[in-house]
């Protein structure tokens, strides 16, 4: 990795583990609370809290950077005025402070002493069982978290998240995938030389065989109204297969793409994850994953495949299209080239509050072939990267 590319890695992780610090220093009830002047209606005192923490990491390490972030976002400008050609690409930073904050609401109000930090009830194995009991599992992929990822010219840098209730970081960056258990979550500051050193490989396997069963079985929100109809309209199966082939419906975002790893340890495997037209900040952070995952046998070859899929009636959320055109589309084309695309900051500009953006996208491993034929029949384009040589 180039130097740059290091130090904004390293500022990604300060921003998810300071929130998380934060976070674990608090007594549980004051997380708790509904806060009155913050974000949006329904924003809780670990919503507001967090992002404040994000924001401030951000802003101590680049004040000219963009910060996408659901409660109080900044608004896109699309170019930044710097540069011999006098128009650069902002960087751009995309935040989900506190993903699966219900959950961890409830998770929370059920512990007696309500006086205890945080730290307390999190990262130690007996309360696993109790999140996954109620929330799904495996924690290490089900858990509340918080996640950053980094954009560099309309391209993925990297991605932390720190998922609460294990208290282990994950990274993924031109440098590797890993995992690290935080030892001491109130005190810690890990940096990437830390994580690449100490830290677990994170590998993302193939489809073993030509199972169709498993290339179809799936996770995606929908959880909420409008989400069913959305998934339909998609034409990746019916609404029986749907019901059949569905491994799991409430999960949360950031993490949803380590479904597709060897963290997953079901006897089957999930063939593909969709972003089922969500919001920016609960896919955005697969991108890196996409870009930086190679097959463990062939470090050529990326082992995961990103597609994006519109409808030619989409539905709306807030008036944002679920499954936009490529017209309108955050992902659109890098000048120049068919094949490689670039997140785009002129099409979110257009948002008075980008964290709102929304889209449909599929990723799944490398040779599930009965995904590859469903992209290619409707027609949905592939979305790739360029590799730095």
Request: glycine share 6%; aromatic share 8%.
């Given at each position: 990795?180039?130097?740059?590319?290091?130090?904004?890695?390293?500022?990604?992780?300060?921003?998810?583990?300071?929130?998380?610090?934060?976070?674990?220093?608090?007594?549980?009830?004051?997380?708790?609370?509904?806060?009155?002047?913050?974000?949006?209606?329904?924003?809780?005192?670990?919503?507001?809290?967090?992002?404040?923490?994000?924001?401030?990491?951000?802003?101590?390490?680049?004040?000219?950077?963009?910060?996408?972030?659901?409660?109080?976002?900044?608004?896109?400008?699309?170019?930044?005025?710097?540069?011999?050609?006098?128009?650069?690409?902002?960087?751009?930073?995309?935040?989900?402070?506190?993903?699966?904050?219900?959950?961890?609401?409830?998770?929370?109000?059920?512990?007696?002493?309500?006086?205890?930090?945080?730290?307390?009830?999190?990262?130690?194995?007996?309360?696993?069982?109790?999140?996954?009991?109620?929330?799904?599992?495996?924690?290490?992929?089900?858990?509340?978290?918080?996640?950053?990822?980094?954009?560099?010219?309309?391209?993925?840098?990297?991605?932390?998240?720190?998922?609460?209730?294990?208290?282990?970081?994950?990274?993924?960056?031109?440098?590797?995938?890993?995992?690290?258990?935080?030892?001491?979550?109130?005190?810690?500051?890990?940096?990437?030389?830390?994580?690449?050193?100490?830290?677990?490989?994170?590998?993302?396997?193939?489809?073993?065989?030509?199972?169709v069963e498993q290339m179809r079985r799936f996770v995606t929100f929908l959880g909420k109204e409008g989400y069913k109809e959305s998934f339909l309209q998609s034409k990746l199966m019916s609404e029986d297969e749907m019901r059949k082939r569905l491994y799991y419906d409430l999960p949360g975002g950031p993490l949803r793409v380590l479904y597709l790893s060897d963290l997953f340890t079901d006897a089957q495997p999930i063939g593909f994850i969709l972003a089922n037209g969500e919001k920016i900040g609960e896919w955005i952070h697969w991108l890196s994953c996409v870009h930086f995952a190679l097959l463990e046998h062939d470090q050529s070859e990326p082992a995961l495949k990103l597609f994006e899929i519109f409808h030619d009636n989409p539905r709306m959320k807030e008036g944002i299209s679920m499954a936009p055109s490529s017209a309108y589309s955050p992902l659109s084309l890098l000048p120049g080239s068919d094949d490689f695309y670039l997140v785009d900051s002129v099409r979110l500009s257009c948002h008075d509050n980008p964290s709102k953006v929304r889209a449909t996208l599929l990723v799944a491993p490398r040779r599930n072939q009965e995904v590859r034929r469903l992209m290619e029949q409707h027609g949905f384009r592939r979305i790739r990267f360029p590799r730095e040589e």
């Open positions: 990795m180039q130097g740059y590319q290091v130090a904004y890695t390293n500022a990604t992780i300060n921003a998810v583990v300071a929130a998380n610090r934060y976070l674990l220093q608090t007594p549980i009830g004051d997380v708790l609370q509904k806060v009155q002047t913050y974000g949006k209606d329904d924003t809780i005192d670990v919503d507001a809290r967090t992002e404040i923490s994000v924001r401030e990491e951000v802003d101590r390490f680049d004040k000219r950077a963009l910060l996408i972030t659901e409660e109080k976002s900044a608004r896109v400008m699309p170019w930044s005025p710097e540069g011999v050609s006098g128009f650069n690409l902002p960087v751009i930073f995309v935040a989900d402070p506190t993903d699966r904050s219900s959950p961890l609401k409830k998770f929370l109000s059920a512990i007696p002493n309500q006086n205890l930090p945080v730290s307390a009830v999190v990262g130690k194995s007996k309360m696993y069982a109790l999140w996954e009991r109620d929330f799904g599992g495996p924690a290490v992929i089900t858990g509340a978290c918080s996640a950053v990822t980094c954009l560099m010219n309309g391209q993925p840098i990297c991605t932390a998240i720190v998922n609460y209730i294990t208290q282990q970081l994950f990274v993924a960056c031109a440098a590797g995938i890993r995992l690290l258990k935080l030892k001491d979550s109130t005190q810690e500051n890990p940096t990437l030389d830390r994580v690449l050193r100490e830290g677990k490989k994170v590998e993302f396997p193939v489809i073993a065989d030509r199972n």
